[in-house]
Nanobody, 117 residues
Framework: QVQLVESGGGLVQAGGSLRLSCAFSGRTFTNYFMRWFRQAPGKEREFVAGISERGVSTSYEDSVQGRFTISRDNAKSTVYLQMNNLQPEDTAVYYC??????????WGQGTQVTVSS
């Protein structure tokens, strides 16, 4: 069974940076496509960024393009989300997910990111 544990959230002022981490265990990490999602209060969960199994391909939601960077360290079975120039609208609970082929994704418990203006 896959387990995902996010960390790195916190309170930061607008314009600041945070790096989120998601530790993966239970299966072979390099078989899984990894994504970050976020959910703000009263809103649906939305895609933020994704990275392919070997880290060759990445994708981003338009509003974070150029500010956020997703990466993975396959030796450490960890995926990261570097977030720069954070804005109040980035405030949300951030979740990582792991998906093998077209199977249902696994989810972490989430980490809170709060950006003050």
């Amino acid at each position: 069974q896959v387990q995902l544990v996010e960390s790195g959230g916190g309170l930061v002022q607008a314009g600041g940076s945070l790096r989120l981490s998601c530790a993966f265990s239970g299966r072979t990490f390099t078989n899984y496509f990894m994504r970050w999602f976020r959910q703000a209060p009263g809103k649906e969960r939305e895609f933020v960024a994704g990275i392919s199994e070997r880290g060759v391909s990445t994708s981003y939601e338009d509003s974070v393009q150029g500010r956020f960077t997703i990466s993975r360290d396959n030796a450490k079975s960890t995926v990261y989300l570097q977030m720069n120039n954070l804005q109040p609208e980035d405030t949300a609970v951030y979740y990582c997910s792991a998906q093998y082929a077209s199977r249902s994704a696994y989810w972490g418990q989430g980490t809170q990111v709060t950006v003050s203006s």
